[in-house]
């Protein structure tokens, strides 16, 4: 198990995990209008498959909300 | 008679930009952006949150009715989380259009204007088609161009406001020194307030919480869709001079007993 920060939570996964892995965890397998930040740097959807997540990276997803 | 208007080569008939938040639901939401006959819709970007669904859905239900949505960097305060905030809205829209955002404080929320123009020259070196939510600056406004913007995005008041256009010297100064269309951004309160933004001879209005939190979101909808019609034809049709002391209509001559 490794420690990594997803969206400014702490959480503990298995090591090795892809990103595509915790992207499903967390926002479902249907991940249209999802985007991706790995350590402040945006991860392309073709490359979350085979991006591995380390211990200590900070991930955030994101999707679309009701804005003005 | 068509009046449509384009912003980098993409034309629009409908002169009004409409915000998804703060409606009293989704469902008035949507018949809100219907009445107002809006073409595009804009929606922030957040974290995803496991237990609720809603975000994909709001994605899906806008594309699906047909919206261009343009997504925001609100909340951003320095132009680097701005320029991650609109690459991140680029991997998720799959759209290289940003609403950009910079704001120098919580109260105010007014934008930080020296790093708006930072942020808009990188992300416009990056290929986005940057849409700057900006101060009611001329200079400001020009040197948004310069760097590329497609279109400048003044308020008319603070955002929520309602306060109605402030400054209607400084929007005629825009719209005759800027080539690229001017969308008044934020402050409008009700249809009197977009019908003059348009007799100023503004492009086109953004705008959410006139709508969203009028007493009656849809019938507000409806009523600014008119006063932009009205606001633009009353531009086009080139009001009268105005006049110290009256000028009686009805003819002086002919008059009985005189």
């Not at chain 1, 392309?44 to 994101?62: A, C, F, K, L």
């Not at chain 2, 406001?161 to 825009?174: D, E, F, I, T």
């Not at chain 2, 007493?215 to 019609?229: F, L, N, Q, T, W």
């Amino acid at each position: 198990m490794i420690k990594v920060m997803v969206n400014g939570e702490p959480r503990r996964i298995a090591s090795p995990s892809r990103l595509a892995d915790l992207v499903a965890i967390e926002a479902g397998e249907d991940s249209k209008g999802v985007a991706v930040g790995l350590n402040r740097r945006v991860i392309p959807r073709p490359e979350w498959s085979r991006t591995r997540v380390t211990e200590g990276d900070e991930v955030e997803i994101i999707a679309p909300f009701a804005g003005g | 008679m068509s009046d449509t208007w384009t912003i980098e080569g993409r034309e629009f008939s409908s002169r009004l930009l409409l915000g998804t938040a703060m409606y009293p639901s989704r469902e008035v939401m949507l018949d809100a952006l219907k009445a107002s006959g809006t073409q595009v819709a804009t929606v922030a970007l957040r974290r995803v949150k496991p237990e609720t669904d809603k975000n994909e859905n709001l994605y899906k239900v806008l594309r699906d009715a047909g919206y261009l949505i343009l997504p925001n960097t609100a909340g951003c305060f320095t132009a680097e989380d701005a320029v991650l905030t609109a690459q991140l809205a680029r991997e998720a829209l799959e759209t290289n259009w940003v609403k950009l955002e910079v704001i120098a404080d919580h109260d105010t929320l007014l934008p930080d204007t020296e790093q708006l123009l930072v942020a808009a020259e990188r992300l416009t070196k990056d290929g986005f088609q940057v849409l700057p939510y900006t101060n009611d600056d001329p200079v400001v406004a020009r040197k948004l161009e310069q760097v590329g913007c497609p279109a400048v995005m003044p308020l008319a008041a603070p955002i929520g406001s309602g306060l109605g256009v402030r400054n209607p010297h400084n929007l005629v100064l825009m719209r005759d020194t800027l080539s690229v269309p001017l969308i008044v951004d934020a402050g409008v309160g009700t249809a009197s307030d977009v019908a003059i933004v348009f007799e100023l001879g503004c492009d086109a209005v953004l705008l959410n919480s006139a709508i969203a939190k009028a007493g009656d979101p849809v019938r507000m909808a409806r009523a600014i869709r008119h006063a932009a019609v009205g606001g633009r034809e009353a531009f086009l049709a080139r009001r009268m001079p105005r006049r110290l002391y009256a000028d009686a209509s009805s003819p002086t001559e002919g008059l009985p007993w005189q």
